[in-house]
């Protein structure tokens, strides 16, 4: 099955891509696009299905390069040397580097690319909330603009991630938000009882406008809502699955 890759016309004309489940090696639970080395799928079907991704992005496959995942603020900078940075543990990557297909994976949280394609810099992020809260996207912008972009003229992107109807939290993980800043009480509707329904992604615009990202967008596709497209993490937890597929985003100059 051919791969399933949705592009957004802001980062043209860069080579990126969202890319779906579709198109994949993996069977059962992980049907499709697994990306994840971190998933229980074998690390052989995993390599096959990144390979394919690597061939889209016209990269080599040890060039398709990641981090360790571990919803924080740290961002990498990847060099012409990428040995070991799949072993790092942060959430964002950077580079000005031509040939190098940065990526992140996701499965509910927001796979966010970026770049200012003038100053031939581009960024990925994995951001949840925890990692959005904390800065990771600011943090990027910051690591952008010390390999020369100008945030001012630099495009970010939000793909699929899930959205406020299907992401539903405790009064707890309001507190949280509000502790921080009572403003965000604006990404928070009602739901049943005394749970609330979160806006991830409109956080995720939110807080990249704020920080001067000269143009931000999201994709609308949301992970929990689209089985037939993409993993989600929650959706797995809800059927009582042992675990879940990762979908992986990636963008190259």
């Not at 060099?79 to 072993?87: E, H, W």
């Not at 299907?166 to 965000?184: I, M, N, Q, R, S």
């Not at 604006?186 to 409109?202: I, K, V």
């Amino acid at each position: 099955m051919t791969l399933e890759i949705l592009t957004s016309d802001s980062l043209s004309p860069l080579r990126h891509g969202f890319f779906t489940r579709r198109g994949g090696a993996s069977s059962g639970i992980y049907r499709g696009l697994n990306c994840g080395g971190g998933s229980g799928d074998q690390s052989e079907i995993v390599a096959i299905n990144r390979s394919r991704v690597a061939k889209a992005m016209e990269v080599a496959p040890q060039a398709l390069v990641g981090v360790h995942q571990v919803h924080s603020a740290e961002v990498v900078q990847v060099g012409a040397s990428d040995d070991g940075t799949d072993r790092e543990r942060a959430d964002a990557l950077v580079t000005n580097r031509a040939g190098i297909a940065l990526s992140v994976l996701s499965a509910d949280c927001m796979p966010v690319l970026l770049a200012d394609a003038d100053a031939g810099v581009i960024g990925a992020v994995h951001a949840g909330w925890r990692g959005a809260l904390d800065g990771v996207l600011e943090a990027t912008l910051d690591a952008m603009e010390g390999l020369g972009a100008d945030r001012a003229e630099t495009t970010a992107v939000i793909g699929p991630c899930i959205s406020q109807r299907a992401y539903e939290v405790g009064p707890e993980f309001l507190d949280t938000f509000l502790a921080e800043d009572p403003g965000y009480q604006w990404f928070f509707a009602n739901g049943e009882g005394d749970r609330y329904l979160f806006d991830l992604p409109g956080f995720g615009l939110h807080r990249l406008r704020e920080a001067g990202v000269g143009h931000a967008e999201w994709t609308r596709h949301c992970t929990y809502a689209q089985p037939e497209q993409f993993y989600s993490y929650r959706r797995a937890v809800h059927a009582g699955e042992d675990d879940y597929g990762r979908l992986i985003s990636a963008i190259r100059l």
